[in-house]
């Protein structure tokens, strides 16, 4: 079955022929269709896994290709991707001891190691930056508790979607947002935002924007939040990976002093989804999310030396995803790590040189991380847009988009060490071959 499994890969991929199927969202559509036909009656195992598994990759978006680069889309480490498979042999379940012996020792001690990384003292295993965000919020909330009538949350108008969805979610107070002119969090605003504001207040700080990979001043933001007694939380879901680089690490100084951090190392970690981390500085937050079930930590069993894993998540079934990424980091250790951080952030200033050297593009600024943004000059807004669809829908190259100062940006987000110049310079001739004019 595995030889079927990765048969189906290559020829799905051959028959793609690039980075994104051709067609747009009707073809695409319409070859699963004819693919699958009817689901329910049965045709074997070895038939069935190559069909959908040759139509899933041949109407995939390959973050392999050097020529895939809108999003924070990775393409996997294959000992991580190996490590993924063992654990969907063994189907380990992280509510209970007795369902994953060695997996939840595992990730104690790997979930430990990576938050000292970070400066904290825990970390929990989430499944993304959402979660994360969520958890921080919630453990803000309880830290205060209800009698002071909920935290109120503080963010940059550049912060992530997730940040105030998740205080609606939990029923916060709708959060303050504080201006973000250049892109990041404005220290002299939050000041007076912290000034005004009254109560128990959590300053949410970005290390790594979505849109152009931008951190915000953390220590000034750190320092701010220390002399207001507000709680620090810092979402670093992309930028976070910079810890493992010895040239890129001090781009987070003043990590170490949030409460807590988000970490995503399905993005500058090359682990399959899901690989998310909150990391927590004093662990009697904790205490938050400890709760009891009896046919899963009985009281006596926790005595008696079984370990409690209920308080570790808010989910009940949960795949142990330490396993890939502990793998990873035995395999490759920092210093292998931190090599791939390096090379993806050379490549995006490669890139801004390649725009920055032809007369016909415009350059936003200079990549902090991996996030390169730019426009054909003199374009449209409406003819930027087109010019993106365009090539989704030949199927020719994935590129994101942002929007800043008012104008809409085209955003190529390197993850793929494998990327050359070559491919650099073909992303930016398919973009100037497709432009409007």
Partial sequence: MLDTALDALREGGEARGGPLPAGGPEAVARRVRDAVGDVLPGQGSDDALHILVRALAEGAADPAHPLCAAHLHCPPLAVATAADLAVSVLNPSLDSWDQAPAASELEALVTRTLAREAGAADALVTTGGTESNQLALLLAREAHGSAHGGVRLVHGANAHHSLPRAAWLIGLPDPVVVPAPAGTMDPAALCEALTELSGPLLVAATAGTTDAGLIDPLPEIADLCEAHGARLHIDAAYGGGLLFS???????????????????LHKLGWQPVAAGLLTIRDEHDLTALQHRADYLNADDDTEAGLPDLLGRSLRTTRRPDILKIAVTLKTLGREGIGALVDQVCAHAQEFADLIAAQPGFELYDRPTISTVLFRPAEATDDAVAA?????????????????????????????????????????????????PR
Avoid: S
């Avoid at 010895?246 to 949030?258: V, W, Y």
């Avoid at 008012?406 to 071959?433: C, F, Q, S, Y």
């Fill in 246 to 264: 010895d040239r890129h690490r001090a781009k987070l100084d003043g990590l170490d002093r949030a409460h807590t951090v988000t970490l995503d």
């Fill in 387 to 435: 010019v993106r669809r365009t090539l989704l829908h030949e199927g020719r190259a994935v590129l994101g988009r942002a929007t800043l100062d008012g104008r809409l940006w085209l955003k190529a987000t390197l993850l793929n060490p494998h990327t050359r110049p070559g491919d650099l310079a073909t992303l930016l001739k398919l973009v100037e071959g497709h432009t």
